[in-house]
């Protein structure tokens, strides 16, 4: 077995999610690699040195350009605010080091082109940490769609809902709420949750044509953590934006933290010609499928509990009946990625789909501020 | 069209489920009969002719026994108290006309057989009005099993749940509440709600055998409303039992008014060698079904939304994904009667599959006094 | 109690459910009027005769102005194709009739204006066929609503989903398929579907200040029933739209007939402040509610089964846990336009509110053309 | 931090579980001790070895006795089939090592009873692997009710139904199939899967009074794995029973291996005076409650959520809406025992649990055979 040496940039909520996979994939999956928690950094030597020992890493940095020129460190992951993704990426891809990079991609597609083009230069295996892919019950929908058992597409719709800003007395920026400062996180729930909605959608659906979208921001102005001070709100609390796939079919997307009741509701739902599919974060384990060949008395949404060993991944878990949780779907992501290292069969999504997501992005944000459809770029 | 003159004793919670059965099934059924409201008999003169106003009886009678004498009544309908049913359907019987009785049949077994001599001697068509057997999702499942789609049974549960006799301070007896008058209703959750879960398991899986229960009086006394004085409550507040079909499936079945959030849920599941059914009366337009020939991946249980044309029943009513409701299930009931009467094909349950669920009633109740397996009595 | 003698326009899906309300009505609701079934009215005089004799109508017609022109009919109801509406209504108002119209109120705005002149100047009574705000569960919401339990309203979504006519062999127009010819429908989803939320959406969370929309026809050609021909299809067979309430909410709103697995699939949500509200069509008989006011370990939310005598309408219907249809919808209306008469109070929706939905609805469909906002017209 | 080494004794299911949890518990818990992987004990030097490896085990044993004999080993993890339990556990007693057992505690009441003297005379901590009582969801039921949230209990209902041996074909006895074979498990799914519910039942709901039961054997015969000869089954594949708890609820348990369409749906109800629960280990991350004190017309069953900071244990995970699985209850079995042993306030069940939970199964083995109810030993 090949040992993989990690470094890892940030130890917020991600990089706990990121820490347990690497951990945990070799007692799971038969593997040809094996990460080993070489660094943890932090710009504070306390939590970088408190994590470390938390996780098993044997050393801590406090640098991240210091992490990057280490010899013995074969992969850069980031899992630090949006802000600080372009900089470190491109500089690990100059080291020749392996990238694991936290969504979105960038900022914006302006700085994601860059990160692009810096690790095709550098030829260096990235992925970026668009982990609903690796649910079970999503791989299982992508299969069916790919058998061609939904048949033609003529709808999709997502939702990524949450409540947890609906307080005015909520402040932005610094540690945990970095992502309702626009400076820190680039936009709101358009690129923190959509994101998510649209990598998905995109792999299951094909390319985005165009976009027309509205955003609002509910709480104007909040006090910023870092500042001390009442600033202004930069960011979008809520989107929600139509679109049009280049396969035809039509779409809607939605997100927001403004919904009472809705912790994290990613959900999307598929509706083909001959069947559809629908799937939901808060109960990742299962799968609705409707099938129109079914007999017409018995048709019915078929609730579909994804913990069998013929379902995607789940051979690998417990016995059927036995859910696995959301932390799960990193596993299966570090997982794809040494199998595809071994297999010299890069794992997705890389940084040319993080790219293609941005780029829906910037046409949702451009088409909320003048209020028209936008032309989706597409990744060349 | 023939005209079939209809007298109905009692007006309470079944008289009205009855009456709006005979008004609307000419509407939505194309049938041979029609019934007439013909007499409507209370023994208040003041309640029997609010009633025939308000529904369009077009006489009204303050004695049964009247009722029963008249030339122009063609059909007794009984919705008066379980203690009187014996009584009325044998006059009715001897005087040469059709019955459709309330359920249970009778207080007891030997009551029942007394009544099923009566109307097999009459020779008068009869009926017991279980009508949950009427609901198109439990038809559908009748139709799977009957057509072998489950296989060989394993496992049949029943459950009849409520919640409106927690309060202590709740009086027993008289007007909307005598079903918890032992002296009026015989039995408790046994005859009101078991005898309904009872029936509708005979129905689908044929005979039981041998039951072994336990009952339970939670509030020892209450005030009667009929005597103003607290008196010891004679029925059982709660009963559960065990069961053994004749074709060696086993079964559990519970019914209790002390269920904390259900009001009135009757559900029943059912489990074959090759499939499995789930039925449940708070959402009665939809029947679940689980196929283990579905393929692995994508087996789950199907919510069925039994609302369209091919459903037993439904191209009688809207359109597809429009529900129909409880009293639907006495429309049905009153159009395979009628049915019934015109190809000569009696329509079930009769008397005497009222008799056989009493004698299952009967079984468990001894059961739960002597702590034994009691055997069933058949009908013969 | 008064006679009020009803003539009704048409004879089919909509002809049985108000034939069904008016027959319903008395028997369960207390009302100083009663719908007297005078005269049948349809093109082919042995339709008319058949669907009279099944209802218990006294008399037909064949010519809506001769009905319109009868001394003894007090109220005219249309349930005809939509671009007969406005002719028939016009005349209607001006001989006097009280009108109880399907939606959509008309074709299109204009035509809805003239309508409202009608009525205004003829001073009768009117309403329009939006049943949906009659169920229970949906009262309910606006009650909460109401009473400010949602406090600030963030969001809006509304869906009503289908998948009739994917098959592209379905022809156009004609009895029972006008729907899907532009010429007698005016649009596709937009007015037979969309409306319904439009209607539902502004009675509970006020006037829609400006939308934006996007409409597909997926199946271009279909054979014309009433031609023979193979023609071009007008309708829009979907359409999404993003929307902004006056009151500061934002909203998406979608409706197709191309969504497998669903058969009639309204839904609606709303969150506010402190409260969110869900309710779905295929289960009329549930309200779903999540209160944050909640304590939070046992935050979640509330499956209400709208079944008991303290929730709208159901005191007069059965008993707790036993659930009423989609039929029941249409009995409300009756009984609150009666109930409206009476008090001198006119029931809602009136032709005002349904010209205020086509106002919308008219907004869609332009935006859909030109693909920008529109600002929706209010109603003076 | 201290270190506790661990010595495990088996490999398969459970073992998988278990290491899982030992690796994982000091990322997620603050606890005074860490767990460390000292040593893998199995029969073949080869499965000790692959397993050793994949979990990181420092060491392989290929007898438990020597493995007990160790003196670099604190604690012994019993995984191994029901028979053997017994002998290790009484072995590493005397050894004064601490135990975790899986569950059943024991073959029977009588092997269980020596069990305890064992660990009660040489005073070790002990435990059995009872892992549902830590599924934050049933914790939080379990504090709602010693909170008298739902006051007086009424019903207690479990249920834990698989479809897994329906096939006649399935062979018994073996790795992996030893639960079928009577000589290694004991007895079906009695000892399998009620023992799990009636743990979960006595630490929610108190001591169970007295039982009456049904088994059945569907398949009579099947193959032995180890002979290779067809054999009688002398499990119980389905088992069913009435039960009184001391407190005067009634109940009922059912379990069965012939259950089409269940994987391992264990669920429990619990009706109380004011409140009712419901879980569901399908989707163990969520609880039904209904509250009877919430306002009337907005009552319902409340859908939870388990996974927000003030839910048991869920502020080490993730974040709200993201949930857990099914492993995650024995990394809180593990953090449970040791915080009980840095506290000095052992964590429960312990083995004097396990016994009472075999009095029970004793008991309704005992009730099947007789057809009697039988009264539960208490547990001194």
Redesign the interface.
Known sequence: MKKLNVGIVGYG?MG??H??AY??V??FFDLKHQPVLKAACARSADNAKAFAD??GYESVETDWRKLIARDDIDLIDICTPNNTHAEIAIAAAQAGKMILCEKPLALNAKEAEKMVAAVEKAKVPNMVWYNYRRCPAVV?AK??IDEGKLGRI??Y?AKF????T?DPDLPQGGAGLWRLDVKAAGSGVTGDLLAHCIDTAMWLNGTIDKV???T?T?VKERKHNLTGKIEKVGIDD?C???A?FTNGS?A?F?S?R????????YTFEI??????IFWD????????????R?E??????????V??G??PYMKN????????????SFVHQVADFLQGLANDQPAKPDFKDGLATDYVTDAVLQSAKN???EKVKKVK
Chains 1, 2, 3, 4 share one sequence.
């Open positions: 909520f706990r999610a820490y347990n951990r945990k070799n007692n938390k996780w299982l299969q069916l003529f709808h719709r809902l949450q409540d947890w609906i027309n979208a509205m609002e509910f809520a929600a934006f139509l049009r039509l809607t939605e927001t403004y919904a009472r009741g809705h912790k994290a509701l509706n083909g010609e001959h069947a559809s974060l808060h109960d990742l384990h299962r799968l609705q499928y409707f099938d129109h079914d017409g008395r018995v048709r019915g949404w078929r609730n579909i509990h913990s069998d013929d379902q878990w417990w016995v059927p009946g036995l859910q696995i949780g959301y932390e799960h209020g028209q459809w």
